[in-house]
Structure formats: structure tokens, C-alpha cells
């Protein structure tokens, strides 16, 4: 089984406290997933998904996007797949060290499957039970 990356759950709650409140839909997970952004017309830049929720995540690198850009973020595929991840997205933030982007659809099969929502075989990375957190 191949894994996208690395994810855990919970974090620093001094650090939580610290940055403002933000609204989103569903819990922030950390994560370290390699990806590509295909941005139109043309380009395609490497980016490393640091944070994922069911509404968006939060994309680090070299990326120069403008706020509301729409833009796709593709995952690699699977092994004994041929098809990539495809998943459309818009830039709602943007700083010198990365971009936080909203899915245009809200809760994408696959997000779901890597925050261990409905998960298929072979796609749910493992999470160690010391890195969990509980609500």
C-alpha cells in the first residue's frame, strides 16, 4: 500500500490560540502530502499539503497565486492505477510561503478517504494511535 504522506492529528494548542479564529467545515488535520497545482492556463508547480480539511488545505511552496484564482490540485496516482487525483480548488489565501485553498466541492471523495472518512483500501494512510487525538 502506497501512502499519500504523513498525517496526525491534534497539535500545539499554544499555537492554536495564537493565530485568529478561522471558520471552516470540518477538523484540520496535519499532513505531509506531495502534490502538483495545475494553474491555468498552462502551469503546473510542486507544493506539499501541510494542513487538510474537508473544506480546503493549506499548500506550502513557491506559489504565486492571487486570491480567488481557480486552480486543481493533483494527486499522484495509486499503484496499479493510471489515473491521478484530479481536485478543483480556488486560492483563499495567500502568503509568501504558501497558499490555503477551498475545494469547489465541499468534502471530495478522496480528502474524505485521506481523513479516514469512508475510506478505500490502499488510500487512508496510517495514523499512529499516540497521534490521535479525541474529541
Same mark, same amino acid.
Given at each position: 500500500?502506497?501512502?499519500?504522506?504523513?498525517?496526525? =492529528?491534534?497539535?500545539? &494548542?499554544?499555537?492554536?490560540?495564537?493565530?485568529?479564529?478561522?471558520?471552516?467545515?470540518?477538523?484540520?488535520?496535519?499532513?505531509?502530502?506531495?502534490?502538483?497545482?495545475?494553474v491555468?492556463? *498552462?502551469?503546473?508547480?510542486?507544493?506539499?499539503?501541510?494542513?487538510?480539511?474537508?473544506?480546503?488545505?493549506?499548500?506550502?511552496?513557491?506559489?504565486? +497565486?492571487?486570491?480567488?484564482?481557480?486552480?486543481?490540485?493533483?494527486?499522484?496516482? +495509486?499503484?496499479?492505477?493510471? %489515473?491521478?487525483?484530479?481536485?478543483?480548488?480556488?486560492v *483563499?489565501?495567500?502568503?509568501?510561503?504558501? =497558499?490555503?485553498?477551498?475545494?469547489?466541492?465541499?468534502?471530495?471523495?478522496?480528502?474524505?478517504?485521506?481523513?479516514? +472518512? %469512508?475510506?478505500?483500501?490502499?488510500?487512508?494512510?496510517?495514523?499512529?494511535?499516540? +497521534? &490521535?487525538? &479525541?474529541?
Amino acid at each position: 500500500m502506497r501512502e499519500y504522506g504523513s498525517l496526525a =492529528i491534534g497539535g500545539d &494548542t499554544r499555537a492554536a490560540r495564537e493565530r485568529p479564529m478561522e471558520h471552516r467545515w470540518g477538523q484540520r488535520v496535519r499532513v505531509d502530502i506531495p502534490v502538483r497545482l495545475e494553474v491555468p492556463p *498552462a502551469s503546473v508547480v510542486a507544493g506539499r499539503i501541510l494542513d487538510l480539511s474537508v473544506s480546503g488545505a493549506w499548500i506550502s511552496g513557491e506559489l504565486e +497565486q492571487h486570491l480567488s484564482a481557480e486552480i486543481a490540485v493533483v494527486f499522484e496516482p +495509486q499503484p496499479g492505477s493510471s %489515473s491521478s487525483h484530479r481536485i478543483p480548488a480556488f486560492v *483563499a489565501r495567500a502568503r509568501l510561503e504558501g =497558499i490555503g485553498v477551498e475545494w469547489r466541492e465541499l468534502a471530495p471523495p478522496l480528502i474524505n478517504s485521506l481523513l479516514g +472518512q %469512508s475510506a478505500p483500501a490502499g488510500v487512508m494512510p496510517s495514523i499512529p494511535p499516540e +497521534q &490521535t487525538s &479525541t474529541p
